[in-house]
């Protein structure tokens, strides 16, 4: 068993240090609001918006004619004429290059197709971004050899579809616990590897997986946590189980055992010792697949709280009217425009490829993930008991299936998927403090030397004299500032001071609690959940204001919900700022501990725990049982030996 300080540098040995562009989200945690990086607004190029506008009026052609939800969500699975028929159109390429078999969509329609797609099926979204956001071709088209590329994008992007195999019994967010191995043959032309894996999306139908293993260290092999392209089909692997969950129940997830599997050497991707590296490189811009899928859904909540307000009635007037859902209607459609406008800025970075955008994809993945659950959740109440009934049982009684209580359960998982919220706020946090740790790390540093903190003394005190200064004024404190924003000046000017003001909070931290700082996971998520919210009000005033720019016909509309989102984000702001200091977090922290060591065990009594005795986690007994059903690629098979 790995031991705490292993775990961390594991992750940290895995993450990325060099900052070679710039980054609004480091910028920020700096107090320094680079508006500049995202004003004004980013656009797609006109070869971009034609093959995306083209795709996307195919795909929703076919999502209108040939996917029914409803079947997918009784029968929890996928139809396979519709999962062909996706492949038909090019929906498992969107990502890949035209050169290597694909459509070549760009980030930005890649994301509008996942929302178009996650606004039908959560399945399917799920399906298609597990397959190219994390599966074979985005870690090949980072880190894969020419040779890998043309030989496994064509198939990926066309008759394959693919999963991502690192999470196992016993690990999740802590790879240095990883049991899964992949040990060279004597002659170096293979890895031998054997595992259990398991939440694999899409593993129970992939033709193609990328998995995580270690290799051992040994002469010739530097070892580590690696990267591999297996064959789903290879001997010695086994799905022994798929798994069923509170939503999204139509995707192929499962537990998948390797005995014995040969993978070729050649099939490793870049080096030993850099998966977990891999890995977390893909998420920074495959993470955007779920906030789209997020934003659409608000989209599509704002939508059904719109018309089932106006349409029913209670007391003699429309429930729209009433104050009590009025506001709530307020908040959801606020949170629509937020979320959308955080999507379209992150992906549209993405593709200009001349800023980092980690900070951002990772803001982006905590922000919408939480928010678009709290509007779904809204939803269900707007909609009162036909917001807990399901789409099929209205259906069947001749209403409208609007299926809030799905969209609830599906949401819910996108605060797990990726990274926790917990988890990412950690990731984040550990990226907000990075420039002081590279300029006083050693002197909170246990393993430093006195002469080492000396000349680490005398380092930060020359950052913190020419920096600190800089947080005591800016344009944010200027009446004046940002006018060209017209009414969304004051948000604008606000997300400045806030920014000069999350700088500070960070260093006082730093200072109070020195190297137990990143023990203060209350106080650091709130940090970061500040800086998503001054993001996103960012991305909403500049969305606005290429709106009215561009003289489109919702410009007012656009200036109205940015305004009205970024009033509600001003007040999350406010009480985020306040609880920093002003909360419970150390007596609650106590009181935990006093629970886990059963001292409050009479509070339990009463109840009957239906699920038995048994392990939490636990190893399940070996299977030989193989709920594999093969993938496309199988499928072209089987049609081929039929004649």
């Not at 940290?12 to 900052?19: D, F």
Request: proline fraction near 4%.
């Amino acid at each position: 068993m790995s031991t705490e300080r292993q775990s961390r540098e594991v992750a940290e040995a895995a993450r990325e240090t060099e900052w070679t562009l710039p980054s609004f989200g480091k910028e920020l945690f700096l107090g320094r609001f680079r508006l500049d990086l995202i004003h004004p607004h980013p656009r797609p190029t006109p070869e971009a918006r034609q093959r995306g506008e083209e795709f996307l009026t195919r795909l929703e052609q076919f999502l209108r004619t040939s996917v029914d939800p409803l079947v997918i969500e009784r029968d929890g699975q996928i139809p396979d004429d519709v999962v062909r028929g996706l492949a038909k159109l090019g929906a498992l390429g969107m990502t890949v290059p035209v050169e290597y078999g694909g459509v070549g969509l760009s980030k930005l329609y890649y994301t509008r197709a996942l929302q178009l797609a996650g606004s039908v099926s959560g399945a399917i979204s799920t399906l298609l971004s597990a397959h190219q956001s994390i599966g074979v071709a985005q870690p090949l088209m980072l880190f894969g050899t020419e040779e890998q590329k043309r030989k496994y994008l064509p198939l990926v992007a066309t008759t394959e579809i693919s999963a991502f195999l690192l999470t196992e019994y016993d690990v999740g967010s802590d790879p240095a616990r990883m049991s899964s191995s992949a040990v060279p043959t004597e002659d170096g032309s293979a890895y031998i590897l054997d595992g259990l894996k398991l939440w694999t999306t899409n593993g129970v139908i992939a033709d193609r997986l990328v998995v995580m293993a270690k290799v051992p260290r040994s002469e010739g092999h530097r070892g580590g946590i690696s990267a591999f392209i297996v064959d789903a089909h290879a001997p010695g692997i086994t799905v022994e189980h798929r798994n069923a969950f509170m939503g999204l129940r139509g995707i192929e997830n499962g537990v998948t055992r390797f005995e014995n599997v040969r993978v070729p050497a050649e099939d490793l991707i870049g080096a030993e010792g850099l998966g977990l590296k891999i890995a977390l490189t893909t998420l920074n811009t495959g993470r955007l697949s779920l906030p789209a899928v997020c934003a659409a859904t608000t989209k599509w909540a704002l939508k059904i709280a719109r018309e089932w307000s106006n349409e029913r009635v209670q007391w003699g007037r429309p429930i729209g009217k009433h104050e009590a859902v009025a506001q709530k209607i307020a908040y959801i459609a606020g949170l629509s425009f937020g979320q959308e406008a955080v999507v379209d800025v992150c992906a549209l970075m993405a593709d200009a490829h001349d800023r980092d955008i980690r900070i951002e994809a990772a803001l982006a993945k905590l922000f919408t993930s939480e928010m678009a659950w709290l509007a779904a959740d809204e939803l269900v109440q707007i909609r009162g008991g036909r917001g807990f009934e399901t789409a099929a049982s209205l259906k069947a009684r001749g209403e409208k299936p609007v299926s809030a209580e799905q969209v609830l359960r599906d949401l819910r998982i996108n605060r797990t998927f990726e990274g926790s919220s917990e988890i990412m706020r950690l990731l984040i946090a550990r990226e907000a403090v990075d420039q002081h740790l590279k300029v006083a790390g050693a002197l909170v540093d246990e393993k430093s030397d006195a002469r080492t903190k000396a000349r680490a003394a005398l380092g930060a005190g020359k950052f913190y004299a020419a920096w600190l200064p800089q947080l005591a004024v800016g344009r944010g404190t200027n009446p004046r500032g940002y006018a060209e924003f017209g009414p969304l000046a004051e948000h604008l000017r606000l997300v400045e001071r806030s920014s000069r003001k999350l700088a500070r909070s960070i260093v006082y931290g730093m200072g109070r609690w020195q190297a137990k700082l990143e023990y203060r996971q209350a106080f650091l998520g709130r940090l970061v959940d500040i800086a998503a919210e001054l993001f996103a009000m960012t991305c909403a005033c500049v969305r606005a204001q290429m709106l009215v720019q561009d003289n489109a016909a919702e410009s007012a509309g656009a200036i109205d919900l940015a305004d009205l989102f970024c009033r509600g984000s001003r007040r999350r702001v406010e009480r985020l700022f306040h609880d920093l200091m002003h909360n419970d977090d150390a007596h609650n922290y106590e009181t935990a501990q006093r629970v886990l060591d059963g001292e409050f065990l009479w509070a339990e009594a009463g109840i009957i725990d239906t699920s038995g005795e048994g392990p939490m986690v636990g190893l399940p007994d070996k299977s030989t049982t193989n709920v594999h059903r093969g993938g496309l690629a199988k499928e072209e098979e089987r049609v081929a030996a039929l004649g």
